[in-house]
């Protein structure tokens, strides 16, 4: 749009509705007088009329600067105003534009004004045709503005009860299932997110009030149980750390025991005592479990080597008494046998003497 060619056509035919007498006085030519109706209120202006006069107003002087220049200041403040007849048009046909109700009824009475006053030179008829347009177009925009009132107010207000509600959820179920670690950040916010979504539209005071006290006693009675509930944990957290400190110093006690039939009932007890002690705070947790199982690592470590060394003992003596295979003179040929049937011929062979010498036969 070239707004320049658009004033200089207007600033041409607002000039034909105007003069200019001797003395520097500027008239505007009016129409007939006739009723139209502006958006909702029906409005007097002046229309033409077939077959009637043309009457002249006076609407100023410019006692300085030349007759032209006296006409143009008229002219322009007629072509001005329809200037803002075009923006206001504008913004009352494209809803991403804002403009509220107070607007709109401000402009069209500023318009209205300016159609009774006649201060300027220019197409009365056409100008209030424009304003008739202007307010129907108002009227449809502020039934959208109430529309999209209405649509925000219900937004709003289901965004705060949707907040409330989750509050008021956690203490109608089972407090002791709740993760306090998960929601408090839903907790300490929950002002600010009201606020965020509360911002500055007008609700409905009654019922917005009364959100209102059901969101803070939730809030409050939520933030005492969490309270309440920390402070348990701490003291649980502490009783957790002296059980298992107990455990320790039992164990330790027990580390270097001679008897391993009792170390081993020592700490399998202690191990069953740790597991049912439960779990306090981690890195707490974590540091007290690595000291138990250095001293169980210890005491195991100690019952392996003594197996061990019992073991090669146990070894070491049965050999001793065993006869080496070699230096018998029984069956040399069955020397594939294996190591409990190679004890059997011996036992069998000390029992009979199967070499011709004192059998204890009784034949």
Same mark, same amino acid.
């Not at 006692?63 to 001005?80: A, P, S, Y």
């Given at each position: 749009?070239?707004?320049?060619?658009?004033?200089?056509?207007?600033?041409?035919?607002?000039?034909?509705?105007?003069?200019?007498?001797?003395?520097?006085?500027?008239?505007?030519?009016?129409?007939?007088?006739?009723?139209?109706?502006?958006?909702?209120?029906?409005?007097?202006?002046?229309?033409?009329?077939?077959?009637?006069?043309?009457? =002249? &107003?006076?609407?100023? %002087?410019? !006692?300085?600067?030349?007759?032209? #220049?006296?006409? @143009? *200041?008229?002219? $322009?403040?007629?072509?001005?105003?329809?200037?803002?007849?075009?923006?206001?048009?504008?913004?009352?046909?494209?809803?991403?534009?804002?403009?509220?109700?107070?607007?709109?009824?401000?402009?069209?009475?500023?318009?209205?004004?300016?159609?009774?006053?006649?201060?300027?030179?220019?197409?009365?008829?056409?100008?209030?045709?424009?304003?008739?347009?202007?307010?129907?177009?108002?009227?449809?925009?502020?039934?959208?503005?109430?529309?999209?009132?209405?649509?925000?107010?219900?937004?709003?207000?289901?965004?705060?009860?949707?907040?409330?509600?989750?509050?008021?959820?956690?203490?109608?179920?089972?407090?002791?299932?709740?993760?306090?670690?998960?929601?408090?950040?839903?907790?300490?916010?929950?002002?600010?997110? =009201? &606020?965020?979504?509360? %911002?500055? !539209?007008?609700?409905?005071?009654? #019922?917005?009030? @009364? *959100?209102?006290? $059901?969101?803070?006693?939730?809030?409050?009675?939520?933030?005492?149980?969490?309270?309440?509930?920390?402070?348990?944990?701490?003291?649980?957290?502490?009783?957790?750390?002296?059980?298992?400190?107990?455990?320790?110093?039992?164990?330790?006690?027990?580390?270097?025991?001679?008897?391993?039939?009792?170390?081993?009932?020592?700490?399998?007890?202690?191990?069953?005592?740790?597991?049912?002690?439960?779990?306090?705070?981690?890195?707490?947790?974590?540091?007290?479990?690595?000291?138990?199982?250095?001293?169980?690592?210890?005491?195991?470590?100690?019952?392996?080597?003594?197996?061990?060394?019992?073991?090669?003992?146990?070894?070491?003596?049965?050999?001793?008494?065993?006869?080496?295979?070699?230096?018998?003179?029984?069956?040399?040929?069955?020397?594939?046998?294996?190591?409990?049937?190679?004890?059997?011929?011996?036992?069998?062979?000390?029992?009979?003497?199967?070499?011709?010498?004192?059998?204890?036969?009784?034949?």
């Amino acid at each position: 749009m070239d707004r320049s060619k658009i004033d200089g056509e207007r600033v041409i035919q607002a000039r034909e509705f105007g003069r200019v007498d001797d003395e520097g006085r500027v008239f505007v030519r009016l129409p007939a007088v006739d009723t139209i109706q502006v958006g909702v209120t029906p409005v007097e202006v002046e229309v033409p009329k077939p077959g009637e006069g043309t009457s =002249w &107003k006076f609407v100023g %002087q410019y !006692v300085t600067g030349e007759i032209d #220049e006296t006409m @143009e *200041l008229f002219v $322009r403040r007629f072509v001005n105003q329809l200037n803002k007849c075009d923006m206001l048009e504008e913004r009352l046909e494209m809803p991403e534009l804002n403009i509220t109700t107070t607007e709109i009824d401000v402009a069209i009475k500023a318009f209205r004004d300016f159609l009774d006053a006649k201060n300027a030179v220019g197409d009365y008829a056409q100008f209030h045709t424009r304003l008739e347009r202007i307010g129907k177009l108002g009227d449809a925009r502020k039934e959208y503005n109430k529309r999209i009132k209405r649509e925000t107010i219900d937004n709003t207000m289901n965004g705060l009860r949707e907040i409330t509600e989750r509050l008021e959820g956690y203490l109608v179920g089972n407090l002791d299932e709740i993760n306090w670690k998960s929601i408090s950040p839903f907790i300490d916010n929950a002002v600010d997110d =009201w &606020k965020k979504i509360r %911002q500055s !539209v007008r609700l409905p005071e009654k #019922e917005c009030n @009364e *959100l209102w006290e $059901r969101f803070i006693t939730a809030r409050k009675k939520l933030s005492s149980l969490r309270s309440a509930y920390f402070v348990n944990l701490k003291s649980r957290q502490s009783s957790v750390q002296e059980k298992k400190n107990r455990v320790i110093e039992e164990a330790r006690s027990m580390q270097d025991i001679e008897d391993f039939g009792v170390g081993v009932r020592v700490f399998r007890r202690l191990q069953k005592e740790w597991t049912e002690i439960g779990y306090g705070l981690r890195r707490i947790d974590q540091l007290q479990w690595k000291e138990f199982s250095e001293v169980k690592d210890h005491f195991y470590g100690r019952l392996t080597e003594h197996n061990k060394s019992r073991d090669e003992d146990n070894d070491a003596n049965i050999s001793s008494k065993r006869p080496r295979r070699e230096e018998t003179q029984w069956n040399n040929d069955l020397s594939h046998l294996s190591n409990s049937a190679f004890d059997t011929l011996e036992a069998l062979k000390s029992k009979f003497q199967v070499n011709g010498e004192n059998t204890e036969s009784g034949s």
